[in-house]
Structure formats: C-alpha cells, structure tokens
C-alpha cells in the first residue's frame, strides 16, 4: 500500500498515478488504480447492504438492517444480543450441554414497556392516529413507568390514559367513549388514571373546545362545508352567550350539527349524530332545547336556510 508525496498518512493513491480516482471492487474488496491495474489496497470493508432489496417484498421490513430500530425508550436503547439455538456438534459440550446461552434476557422492565407500546400503537392503528401522537403517549407511559407513581393500575388503562392526554396535548383529541372503544378498558377506568397521571406528572392540557371536534363529526356525516361552518357558529355563539350552561362540549356540538343540518338541504337524525359524536339522543335533545328559543341569534348573517328557523323541529 502506498501513498502520494504530500499527504502521506492520510490518502491511499496509486505510486504511479497520484491524481487517479482509485476505483473499489466491492465483490473483492480491492482498491485499485483504472491507469494501470495495480491492487492499491486491500481488505476493504463493504458498508452497504448486506443482500438485495425489493420494495414490492415485505413493505413492513428492511432486510439491509440487522435486528430491529434502536428504541431509547427500553433500557440500553434495546440494543441486546440473542443468541440462536446451536444446530452442529461444536455448539455442544462433551455432555451434550449448550456452549453459548443467553446470559441477559429481557427483564421484566422492559417486557411491560415493549408490551405497553405495542398495545398504544395497535389502538392508534384502529383510529388513524398519525405517530407524532403515538410517540408522545409511549413518552408519557415511560415516565409514569420509571416514577412508579400508578402503582396497581393496569398497565393497558395507564396506556389508555397516554393516548388519550396525547390526542389532547396535539390538538387532536379524541372522546373518552372513542379511546374505550378500542381498549380493552372501561372508561371509567381510563378516566381514573387521566386524572392521577395529570397530577403525577404535573402536566396540563387544554380545555375541549366544541370547534376540537366539528370538523370530524361533520365529515364523518358527509355534511358539507357550509354546514360545518354554521354548525361552528352555533355552538360557539351558545357557548358565549351561556345558553348551555354545564353541557359537554361534545353535546353541544353535537346539537349544534343538528341544528344546521336540519335548517338545511343535507338533514341528519339526532340518532345518526349520536351515533357519531358518542352521545346519546336523549343528551342532543337537551342541549337542542336549550338552544332553539334564541336560534335566530346563533345562525351566522350569510347562511342560506332550506328550512325557515320557524320550521325547525322544536326538540
């Protein structure tokens, strides 16, 4: 192996033709000159792929990587060694015992975490949550992991309770009754841990405002964009004036959706607005009682009425 006059120790060149760009035979591991064929250096490490890739086989795997993504979450970032069982005779003792075992399983620490942010991912799947929110909520679940500050509380409602302050941390939230329905916890449970976990990791979120979930419910409607906008009026007209006081946010949407739609071409049933918002008629009915006296005064000036305000259904 040699080197040019100036930089010695720090560039490998061909002693003959200094200014060639040394070509590397990957198969080989070869340094050599394109002047005049002469092997430069050799034993060069290949760092590329360790096998060919095709994007139409196996989408969820990455066959160049070895083991899966380093996770700084698992103590260690999950960089451990598991050693396969022994197929020939030298991976045996003279008594027939194995020579090489794992001498660090997981511990119990890590299985609960690995565990935990499986089941956080598997209910964000089922309610397409973007991973920016997953992420945060396996943040979450590890702090209250490593404080052991919810001892006894099952480690999927603690999980439950994760996604649910990270939808409301995100500006996305979602209702008690949508986390429940893809948990395998009561809500009431989940709510129990909401309300230790803002206060063991003395943290906040922001109030649910009825304009958080108008978009979603009239969308999953198929209400158009014109009743969307009234239906946000509504609401946020109601909440000002305090015609609704103690109802939810999500009734009061809900009977703001109701309202618009039904003063519209593009009607909806209380029952198929429940059965998106999660609330039950009965509680819509309510809200849209309290709200129908002074509906003259909510609708936005430029909405375009299909059905008079004196034509509305009165409950």
Known sequence: MASGRSDTLSKVVCPAHPEANLIEDYHAGDLICPECGLVVGDRVIDVGSEWRTFSNEKANSDPSRVGAAENPLLNGGDLSTIIGRGTGDASFS???????????????????????????????????????????????????????????????????????????????????????AVSKISKKEIGRCFKLMLKALETSVDLITTGDFMSRFCSNLGLPLSVQKAATHIACEAVKVDIVPGRSPISVAAAAIYMASQASEDKRTQKEIGDIAGVADVTIRQSYKLMYPRAAELFPADFKFFTPIDQLPQS
């Open 94 to 180: 003279e008594s027939g015992a194995p020579k090489y075992q794992n001498r660090r399983p997981t511990n119990t620490s890590d299985r609960a975490l690995i565990n935990a942010f499986r089941e956080i991912n598997n209910m964000a799947d089922r309610i397409n949550l973007p991973r920016t929110i997953v992420d945060r909520a396996n943040n979450l679940f590890k702090q209250v992991h490593d404080g052991k500050t919810l001892k006894g509380r099952s480690n999927d409602a603690i999980a439950s309770a994760c996604l649910y302050i990270a939808c409301r941390q995100e500006g996305v939230p979602r209702t008690f009754k949508e986390i429940c």
